[in-house]
DNA sequence: ACTGGCACTCTGTCGCCGGGAGTGCCAGGC
DNA sequence: GCCTGGCACTCCCGGCGACAGAGTGCCAGT
C-alpha cells in the first residue's frame, strides 16, 4: 500500500511536533498545530495506516504516537526540505573559524562550533594521512645514535617519531639523509610511498644501509601502517539536555561508544564526496549507539576529501537544520583549509 | 571539643562503608561489619557528636549517616593509610605504558590507564611548555612568502606555526634564518626566551630585518604569549557508573566542566612538586564541581614538573586507593620521560 | 471518503497505609 | 562517668486504589 500526500504530511506533522516537545503526538493536537484541513478522526485512520507500515508506534494503547526510526529514516529521505542556515548561523561560523592559527586550532575551533550551533556531541577528524601527501621530512638529532623523524604534510599535519640508529652518526650523516629522503618524498602522497622508501634503502651505499633501513621502517611505520587517525569530541553535555528521555535511561553505552576512537572513525570516516551521511538510530552498526543518530559529512580543500566530521545526538533531533549546519561547517573548513 | 579515638574510628568506619554501598549508614550496621567493641546506642552517641562537629550528616531523619565534604577531609588527612598497589596492578601500569612510540601515544596510554585503574574520569597534561626546553627549530618553506615554523622541546612536544612573510624570500635566506634562530634559541628554557628573540631581531643585517621580526614575532607568540597547554581526558563513562545518585541528579554541570580545558587545567595544573592534591566537594572553587572529588598530582622526568595528571569522581570516592593509583601512575610517566 | 460521537484503555498522579530502619533519649548497671 | 538496653518517635519507601486526562478505535451518518 502506498501512502498518499496527507499521510506523509501526517508523518512529516508527527516528526515535527515529535521534535519539538519530546512527546508523543496526539491527533487532536496535530490537527490544531498544523493546517491538516481534515479532522481529528481522519488523522487518527492515517496514523493507523502509518503504524501499520512501521513509520511510527503507540508507546502503550492510548498514548499519541512516536516516530520509529523507519519514520524518521522517510521523513529524512523525502519529507524534510534543506533549512538554510540563517545569516546569523553563517556569520557565527565565519567568526569562530577566522582566527585559526593552526591545524590544531582549526579543529578544536570547528568542533566546539559545530556542538555550539547543533547543540549535540561534535566529532571532528583530523585530516587523514592517508590523504595527504608529504611536504617535508625532517631529521632532528637528539643524540648521536637517536634522531627524532618530524614529518610535515601539506593538510598541516605533523607527527614525529624517535629513530633508535644501528651505530652513531654525525651531524652531516643526518644531513645528507635529510636530504636524499625529502627529494624522494617530498610531495608523494603517503599512499605511494611505500615502493619509495624501499628504493631509498636500496639506492643506499652498503656502507650506510643499516642507518637509512632503521630510518626506513620508523618512516613506514609513521606513514602508512600507523597512519594513526586523530579526533576532536565536544558537546559531551549536550547529550544530558531534555533529560534521561532520550537514550533510554542511561547514557552510558553512549558515552563508553564516544571513548572510543575507533568507532567514532568508522562513524563519521566513511568519505563518499559531498554526501552527507545519515545514520538513524538501529541502522547503527554499534550496539550502544542504537539509540542514537548520526549526521556526518567529509570535508577538505576543494572538491578532495581529507577527513569526516559530524555530530550525534538523540534520534528525536531535527534532522534538517543538523544537516545543514554539518554541511556548511564542513564547507566552511574545507575553504579554510584551501587556503594554506 | 576534641574527638577521640573511637569517635574517629567511627568516622572511619562510616567513611569506608559508605564509599562501599552508597547508602547511609547507620549504628547497627555499623557495629556489625566493624569490631568497635562497643553497642549500638554508644555508637550513636558518637555520631551524634560528630554530626555536631560537622562531619557526618543525615539524608533525613532516621536515615543513617553520610560523611560531610569535611568527614572526607579529615578521613584523608588523618585516618586514611596509602594503600599500596598490588603487584598486579604495577604490572598492568607497566606493560600499558611500555609500548608508547611518541608524545602523544604517552599521554594518550597514561589517561586511558589512569581511568581504567580508578575507575574514574582521568586527565592529563601535556608536558607544559613553560616548563620545557628548545630542542630545535625548524622552517620549513611553504611557498616564497610562507614558511611553517615547527617547535620541537625536549619534552616531546612539537608545535608548529605558519609565518606569513613580508616579502619573498629564498631557501638559503630560510637556510640562514633557520641556522641563526637555532644558533639562539636551541636549549634554552621556553621562558628564557623572549629576550634572546628580540636581541635576533636587533642583531639582524637591516636588510633582512623585516623578515626576521616578522619570524619573531610568531616566535614570541608560540614560544611563549600563546604557551597552550593542551591535555587529554578519558573515563567519562565512569561518571554514570553508581547511577545518576552521585552528582545530585544530573551530570550536566560536571559534563560541562570537563569541556572547558582552562577549567581542568586549573584543577590538575598547579604543580607542588611531589605532592598529590584532593579537593573535596566543597573545596572546589568550580561551581559545577561542588558534587566531584579531584585527586592530582605533578608529573615529569626525574624531581622535576612538566605537566599535571589527575581523576576527577564523586566526593564519595576510594580515596587512598585513588590516590595511590594516581601517584603511581605519575611515577611511572615521569620515569618513561626520563628515559627519553 | 470524511466526520462526529462514544465507549474503552491506559498512563500518571495523588493520597493513604503499613513495614522497616534508624534515631534520640532515658533509666539503669558497671 | 561512661556504656548499654529499651522504647517511643520520625521518616522513607513500596504497594494499593481511585481518579482525571489523553488518546484511541470503531461505527454510523453525511
Redesign the pocket.
Known sequence: MSLDD?KLEVLRAIVEDYVETQ???????LVERHQL?????????D??VL?EEGYIR????????VPTDAGYRLFVDRLSKVKPLSPAERRAIERFLIGAVDLDDVVHRTVRLLAQLTRQVAVVQYPSLARSSVRHLELVPISTTRIMLVMIADTGRVEQRLVELPGPATADDVMELRRKVNEKLAGQRLSDTPPLVQSLVDECPPGRRGTMACLASVLLETLVERSEERLMLAGTANLTRGGVLDFQGTLRPVLEALEEEVILLKLIGDLEPSKTRVRIGDENEFDNLRSTSVVSTGYGPGATIVGGLGVLGPTRMDYPGTIATVRAVARYVGDLLAQN
Not at 512527546?23 to 493536537?29: H, M
Not at 484541513?37 to 485512520?45: D, E, F, I, L, Y
Request: hydrophobic share 30%; charged share 20%; net charge positive.
Open positions: 496527507r512527546e508523543p503526538v496526539g491527533s487532536k493536537a484541513g481534515v479532522s481529528p478522526a481522519t488523522v487518527r485512520n496514523m493507523a503504524e503507540q508507546p502503550h494503547t492510548s498514548a499519541g504516537r
